[in-house]
């Protein structure tokens, strides 16, 4: 049975082994010099305070692959339930060699068994090499990347660490269950596939946030946590103060909301979120853009008047127990699955 379900996946398995050869080998010739690049110009950022700017030029000169194998991490759990776990039950269906199989002494249980637990494995292993190669070759550039594309920012944490490995177990596992049910390839990858995004877009949104007390906590305004200070001419006597997704002190944290207060700790409403208008004359003073500061002291000033940055974040600290948490509550819903299977089979397929 085992050599029999290796003969129909071995195609699938040497195409993939021979695409992580090839990501392997270019992450390994490139990630030594991403490294060492990092480590220079934190060495000479360090001496004269620049390290804000040299992050931005950093990031921004890798920016593009940066983004690309994050994508392809993504990607992968969600084509390994797609054309390897929906198809791989319901193309036996369709033809009618399943039956042919169950009466060769195989048991129902044995035949599904090897299948799942040879290309299940497969799948997921590959996947988990995957992330753990991009997060290897991905560490400089995390430390640098803007608090959107952070390290716990959602569009990047689920394709670091182990996180990936376990997307991929659940998906090829829900392919397989989808498949039984449906009984047809098409419906079955076009149900899995709106079911896989579906949880995958729940658990950083409901999910992630809550599996530990996130902490809420106020800063004064600077260059970390300020995008910058403009007039609003609409309004006389305003400045609207542009928060980013920062956290002073921490970086890489996952800010989860993010407002500016006023001297009685009152959120300020603003354009958006993250905007807050703050009355101060920009006629003259400090927040003057005709002072001979140039608003350059404004920071200072809104300082004084008590406005405060109010975050609430999950720092940065947190990134491999969420990693391990969120892989075992997707370990769980694998095992729910493979359950379900093993009974569908017994009970209700023929």
């Not at 994508?71 to 969600?78: I, S, Y």
């Not at 990047?156 to 039984?180: H, K, Q, S």
Request: one cysteine or more; aromatic letters at 10%; a positive charge.
């Amino acid at each position: 049975m085992i050599w029999l379900t290796w003969r129909q996946f071995r195609g699938a398995a040497v195409m993939m082994a021979g695409l992580l050869v090839i990501l392997a080998v270019v992450l390994a010739l490139t990630g030594p010099k991403l490294a060492a690049d990092y480590s220079t110009g934190i060495a000479g950022c360090v001496q004269d305070n620049t390290c804000v700017r040299f992050y931005d030029r950093f990031f921004g000169a890798y920016e593009t692959p940066f983004m690309a194998l994050s994508l392809v991490v993504l990607l992968l759990p969600a084509l390994a339930g797609l054309f390897w776990g929906a198809p791989l039950i319901t193309r036996e269906l369709e033809a009618g060699t399943h039956l042919l199989v169950w009466n060769q002494s195989i048991t129902r249980a044995r035949w599904l068994a090897v299948k799942l637990g040879l290309t299940g494995l497969v799948a997921a292993a590959a996947t988990g090499l995957c992330g753990l190669a991009v997060t290897w070759w991905s560490d400089p550039l995390d430390k640098s990347a803007p608090g959107g594309l952070a390290l716990m920012a959602p569009l990047v944490f689920g394709a670091r660490g182990i996180a990936p490995l376990g997307y991929a177990a659940f998906a090829f596992v829900l392919g397989v269950t989808v498949g039984m049910m449906v009984r047809r390839t098409l419906p079955a990858m076009a149900i899995t596939l709106a079911v896989f995004v579906a949880i995958q877009l729940a658990m950083p949104l409901l999910v992630r946030p809550h599996l530990m007390t996130p902490v809420t906590s106020t800063f004064e305004l600077s260059e970390a946590n300020v995008d910058g200070f403009g007039i609003n001419r609409d309004r006389g006597g305003y400045v609207e103060v542009r928060l980013n997704d920062s956290v002073p002190g921490h970086a890489g944290a996952w800010v989860l909301s993010n407002n500016l207060l006023d001297s009685s700790g009152r959120p300020v409403a603003g354009p958006e979120p993250g905007v807050g208008s703050v009355q101060v004359s920009t006629t003259s003073g400090p927040c003057s853009p005709s002072g001979q500061q140039g608003m350059g002291m404004c920071p200072a000033e809104i300082n004084r008047l008590g406005y405060r940055q109010q975050a609430t974040y999950q720092p940065l600290d947190r990134f491999w127990p969420f990693q391990w948490i969120e892989t075992g509550i997707y370990a769980l819903l694998t095992l729910g699955l493979t359950w379900l299977s093993f009974w569908w089979i017994r009970r209700r397929l023929s």
